[in-house]
Structure formats: C-alpha cells, structure tokens
C-alpha cells in the first residue's frame, strides 16, 4: 500500500521559516519524481517545487530563493524548507509521487500552512 504522508505545517507570521517533510512507504523511492504542491483557497492546486535525482530542483517563480525542496533517498523522504514567508503562501501544501516515463502518481493527505500578516 502506497502511503504519502506531510508533517510539519502550521502558523507562522510573515517572513518567516517553516519545514515540511513526506515521507512515502510502499514505492521504490528513488524511482520517482518528487514535487510539492499548493492550493490556496478558491485556485487551483500548483507546482511549487520538484526535485529528481537525475536533474537540479526546479521551482515556481514564486518561491524561487525562499524554498529548498531536497530528499533523502535512503529515508524515503521529501522535504520543503520555507523562508521568508508571506501571506500569499498560505495554502495546503501536498506531497506527490510520479513514477518516470509513467502516469502513475500519488498524493499526500496534505498539510495547512498559513502565514499571517
């Protein structure tokens, strides 16, 4: 059973830090893509970071600077550090697994965070 799993959302004022980490059981880790995604309130879910082991992370203009997203292919982990927050950030954020060359992906149950102003 494939299980995608977020820790580490919550509250925290404008231009600060959070981190947040997925860890994933039941893939072979290092055979997928890994990316977070957001979705803020009344928009549509988006890309915000992806990392492979073959290519450097990419990032949407957005976060680019502020957020590090890395993985730990030993730990089946995925992590997203996230700096100088804003209030613009706040949203639920999602861990997705994609297998390579493949339609095949899963989803966290995903993680609140929000920034006040």
């Known amino acids: 059973q494939v299980q995608l799993v977020e820790f580490g959302g919550g509250l925290v004022q404008a231009g600060g830090s959070l981190g947040l980490s997925c860890a994933a059981s039941g893939i072979v880790f290092s055979s997928y893509i890994m990316s977070w995604y957001r979705q803020a309130p009344g928009k549509q879910r988006e890309l915000v970071a992806v990392i492979t082991d073959s290519f450097s992370p990419d990032y949407t203009d957005s976060v680019k600077g502020r957020f590090t997203i890395s993985r730990d292919n030993a730990k089946n982990n995925v992590y997203l550090q996230m700096n100088s927050l804003k209030p613009e950030d706040t949203a639920v954020y999602y861990c997705?697994?994609?297998?390579?060359?493949?339609?095949?992906?899963?989803w966290g149950q995903g993680t609140q965070v929000t920034v006040s102003a």
């Open positions: 997705n697994a994609r297998l390579w060359h493949s339609s095949t992906n899963y």
